[in-house]
Structures are given as structure tokens and as C-alpha cells.
């Protein structure tokens, strides 16, 4: 029973992001959230008593996905900077693939119940962009004069800016060639002379044609 109860609240989720991130949390509604899981209305009230209860629970489920990643790779270790491509990457494929980080984004914005400080995905990534730009210029890995806007504004508006490309209906494979462009064009910016070739710009194990 516990299993099937589970099971249940996993397809309320997953049938709420679809929903937050086709319509909006203002104009989705129980009643079509019910119907998308194949529940009964009165099943949807066992698990969540309201709209906002469950568009807490879309957006805690994006922020677990995110800070799983996170803590993978602190776990794993390597230079701030890499991290950061990582984790351009991993954003990029999660919004492409993900509606429940799409969903998190978008309700994120959209929510007047909820305040900021309660978990939002795109406050955290945002956070940690910020984060492990601080710890590549604290190792040295940055340039002392970027000669245009600093590193931290160039990092948060590329980070942000891939939450518009991946909404625009773009293919993944494009979505991430436009990643690796955008790399190109960025890390002279951010690192001395000679350093870009350090750095592994392209998504880990995806091969690039020559």
C-alpha cells in the first residue's frame, strides 16, 4: 500500500510540472493535474492540499535534482572553473529534458505564496555560479583585468541565458553546440593567455567532430 501511495505521489509530481511548465502556475488547475496523473481529484487531496502544496513539492524536486549534482561534484573534486562548463552543461540537458527543472524555474518566478529563501533552482544555481567563481579567483585561474563587465556578471547572464535558449525549442544537439559556443567565445575572457586549452569546453564523453 505504501508502495502504490508512493508511486501515486510520483506521477501527482511529475503530472504537476508538466502541467506548471506548459501553463503557468496561475492558469494550471487541480482538476487538470488530477487527470494528466490518471487520478481521481480526491486522490490528488490526499497527498496535496492545495495547488501550492504541490508546486512546493515540484520545486523541491528540482532543487534534490540540482543539489545532487552539486554535491556530485564536490564529491568528485577539480578545478572551480570546469565545474562551472560542467555545470552549464548539465543545466542546458536538465532544462531540455527535465519539465520538473523547467517547471522549478518557472514557478520560481511566477509564485507570490512561496518566498525566494523557501528553495528555488535558479537562485541556487545562480548562487553557485557566483560561488565557484569566487573559488577560481581566489586560485588564481581568472584574469586580474577582464576589460569589459567582470566575470560574475559575463557568469550569471550566460547561466540565465540558457534557461531562454532551452525553452526556445531548439534540438538538444544544438542546444548543446550553442553551450560550447557560447565557451568559445567566453573563456579568453575570463582566463589569462595560453589557459583555454586547459579546459574540457565540450559535455563530457560527447564526442566532437573535426
Known amino acids: 500500500m505504501q508502495a502504490r501511495s508512493e508511486r501515486t505521489r510520483r506521477r501527482l509530481v511529475r503530472a504537476g510540472a508538466e502541467t506548471f511548465d506548459r501553463s503557468g502556475y496561475a492558469s494550471a488547475t487541480l482538476d487538470r493535474i488530477a487527470r494528466q496523473a490518471g487520478v481521481t481529484k480526491g486522490a490528488l487531496y490526499f497527498h496535496f492540499g492545495s495547488k501550492g502544496e504541490l508546486a512546493d513539492a515540484v520545486q523541491e524536486q528540482a532543487l534534490e535534482l540540482l543539489e545532487g549534482f552539486l554535491a556530485g561534484q564536490e564529491a568528485a573534486g577539480g578545478e572551480p572553473l570546469q565545474r562551472l562548463i560542467d555545470l552549464t552543461y548539465w543545466l542546458a540537458r536538465s532544462l531540455h529534458q527535465e519539465a520538473v527543472v523547467r517547471a522549478g524555474c518557472r514557478l520560481g518566478s511566477e509564485r507570490a ?15 553557485e555560479t557566483v560561488r565557484l567563481l569566487e573559488r577560481a579567483q581566489q586560485d588564481g585561474a581568472l584574469r586580474r583585468d577582464p576589460g569589459g ?9 550566460v547561466v540565465c541565458g540558457l534557461e531562454v535558449l532551452a525553452g ?8 548543446l553546440r550553442r553551450t560550447g559556443e557560447l565557451w568559445d567565445w567566453l573563456l579568453p575572457a575570463l582566463v589569462p593567455a595560453g ?3 586547459r579546459y574540457r569546453i565540450r559535455e563530457a564523453g560527447v564526442a566532437v567532430a573535426v
Open 149 to 157: 563587465p567582470s566575470p560574475r556578471t559575463l557568469l550569471t547572464v
Open 195 to 197: 589557459r583555454p586549452a
Open 113 to 127: 505564496d512561496r518566498a525566494a529563501s523557501d528553495g528555488d533552482v535558479r537562485r541556487t544555481w545562480t548562487a
Open 168 to 175: 526556445s525549442g531548439l534540438p538538444l544537439p544544438e542546444l
